[in-house]
């Protein structure tokens, strides 16, 4: 039996609200005229995909210690230890400043182990489960050498 459109959008299929977060360039709601908001899920990989993109000291008004130092690695040589330091670097990242996130694995992949992606680059895939919710996510976050 195929659901009513009222049944899709009735009030016993509304998902509990854990966390929500802004867009990062405060689009508005196209209905309500309010700003618009990301949540649960999509709300911390937001948050740790502008962690990893935001370098130490970007933010003046904001506590100047929030972000990472990747920006700085991926110029090094593509080594075993560069890569060991990435890894550690974008651990304690997420521990210090996602604290609605669990960390579970880091990934990072570079150069020829991408594939098509492209030589000069590396993906950094974050796998973490959220505190409230029992659900495994992952974002991936590219990072280009420009020369």
């Known amino acids: 039996m195929a659901l009513a459109r009222a049944d ?3 009030p016993n299929d ?9 867009t990062p360039n405060l689009d508005l709601n196209p209905i309500t005229k309010l700003l618009a908001t990301v949540n649960n899920e999509d ?7 502008l962690l990893m993109r ?5 933010r003046p ?6 972000g990472s130092i990747i920006e700085n690695l991926i110029f090094e040589l593509d080594d075993p230890i560069t890569m060991g330091t990435l890894e550690t670097t974008i651990r304690q990242t997420i521990q210090n400043h996602e604290p609605r996130a ?6 990072v992949a570079s150069g020829e182990t991408i594939g098509a992606v492209g030589r000069n680059q590396v ?3 974050i796998i973490f489960s959220l505190n409230n919710v029992n659900t495994v996510s992952s974002v991936t976050v590219f990072f280009k050498r420009v020369r």
């Not at 935001?54 to 970007?58: A, K, R, S």
């Not at 008004?61 to 929030?66: E, G, M």
């Open 54 to 58: 935001t370098m130490i000291g970007e």
């Open 43 to 49: 709300a911390v990989k937001q948050s740790i995909y």
């Open 102 to 107: 669990t960390l579970l694995d880091v990934q």
């Open 61 to 66: 008004i904001d506590n100047v210690n929030v």
């Open 8 to 10: 899709k959008y009735s």
């Open 14 to 22: 509304i998902q509990v609200t854990y966390y929500t977060d802004f």
């Open 123 to 125: 993906a950094i895939t």
